[in-house]
């Protein structure tokens, strides 16, 4: 079984999102209260907050962690239209400091006029970039082109989506095969507006990003967007929450010499579930794409795996609280056989003003990802 162990997060308002760093050491929460705290692990596995400020002037959405090469540095996104990076920095400046770390702001990125509603950092082999998705349907990618110097962030593409924006999620390839590319949702409520996942690639040739693929199929509002990892495979793998959760398989067709245009694809969708009974609010891999998280407004969050024909199935429920699902005809689910040794979960769980959402949010931490919500779980074995 799962054990779940709750941190008093002292956030005033709704958590609307758990990131873990690249060690899966730490964590950062952002909240409606306008604030970001990040935690630190210990050695007995304990988390503890070891700074909280305040980062905007309204509802902060997300916050995400950049690769550890580049430092310690966060990006954060706001209803008040704008995203921030962060950088940590140690004290040295006199003896009362030393040692002692602090969170200050190096840029604000202010280009949208509408609320920013999701920030991602560009895979680490694309040197340091950062882009953001906003309600006003922009896509927007920026380059700090000086590492050592985070205040300097220059804007690099702006790509109109047509769509309200909600989720961003970059495929995390690094083969020279496969050219960068990304994946936008939109929330957009109108149904009679199909394709509401865009996939983007970049085009050396012209310089740009340009529209590869429109999933028509995808009609309801998304929440969050997913690629798996890519671990060497030809094709790439989309995880997508909407109403449900549904896993699209990407492969890329062969192109003639000559073709100067993005890459098409055969889409193919791989595995659909309407198991949450409701709007699906995060899905997230661990990082052998072997496992996918998912959290719904059922107050669950279900872990789904794929076996040697590819037919993917639920391998385990949690409630909101970290407790087994109790089926009514049978004994809880068991879980100590839904991951084994190749996910590993943290020690303890996370519980601020998220009563009311508990479900709604679902990552796995590296290095073997970890899942979070408003809990965090971990295997006894693992203790």
């Not at 699906?280 to 496992?291: A, C, F, G, K, P």
């Not at 199935?313 to 909101?320: N, V």
């Not at 998220?354 to 679902?362: C, E, Q, V």
């Amino acid at each position: 079984m799962f054990v779940a162990r709750s941190i008093a997060a002292d956030h005033k308002d709704l958590i609307h999102d758990v990131s873990y760093d690249f060690h899966g050491r730490r964590m950062a929460t952002c909240s409606s209260d306008q604030s970001v705290k990040v935690w630190d692990k210990d050695e007995n596995g304990e988390w503890h907050c070891t700074a909280s400020w305040k980062t905007h002037s309204g509802s902060v959405w997300r916050v995400t962690w950049a690769h550890p090469e580049f430092g310690q540095v966060l990006a954060s996104c706001s209803f008040d239209r704008t995203a921030a990076v962060w950088e940590e920095i140690v004290g040295e400046s006199n003896d009362k400091q030393r040692g002692l770390s602090h969170w200050i702001k190096r840029t604000t990125l202010v280009d949208s006029r509408t609320s920013v509603t999701d920030v991602k950092f560009a895979p680490k082999h694309m040197g340091l970039m950062l882009t953001t998705c906003s309600a006003d349907g922009v896509v927007r990618i920026y380059e700090a082109p000086d590492v050592m110097n985070l205040s300097q962030w220059s804007l690099q593409h702006e790509i109109s989506c047509k769509l309200s924006c909600s989720c961003i999620s970059w495929n995390p390839s690094s083969s020279r095969a496969h050219p960068p590319m990304f994946a936008v949702g939109s929330d957009d409520s109108n149904v009679s507006y199909g394709g509401k996942v865009q996939i983007y690639e970049y085009n050396e040739n012209t310089r740009k990003y340009a529209k590869a693929e429109t999933l028509m199929t995808v009609t309801d509002a998304v929440h969050d967007i997913a690629f798996a990892p890519n671990l060497g495979r030809s094709v790439h793998v989309l995880a997508i929450a909407t109403k449900d959760v549904r896993i699209f398989k990407l492969v890329p067709m062969r192109r003639d010499s000559t073709s100067t245009g993005p890459t098409k694809f055969e889409v193919q969708i791989m595995a659909q579930f309407d198991n949450h009974n409701s709007q699906v609010w995060r899905v997230s891999w661990n990082i052998t794409s072997t496992l996918l998280a998912s959290s719904g407004d059922d107050g669950c969050v279900r872990l789904w795996k794929a076996n040697y024909m590819d037919n993917w199935k639920c391998t385990g429920i949690l409630k909101g609280d970290g407790s087994p699902l109790t089926s009514s005809s049978g004994p809880p689910m068991a879980m100590s056989t839904v991951v084994g040794s190749s996910v590993q979960m943290p020690q303890n769980s996370l519980n601020g003003m998220s009563a009311g959402r508990i479900g709604k949010r679902a990552s796995f931490a590296p290095p073997v990802r970890q899942l979070g919500s408003s809990k965090i779980y971990q295997h006894p074995a693992h203790y």
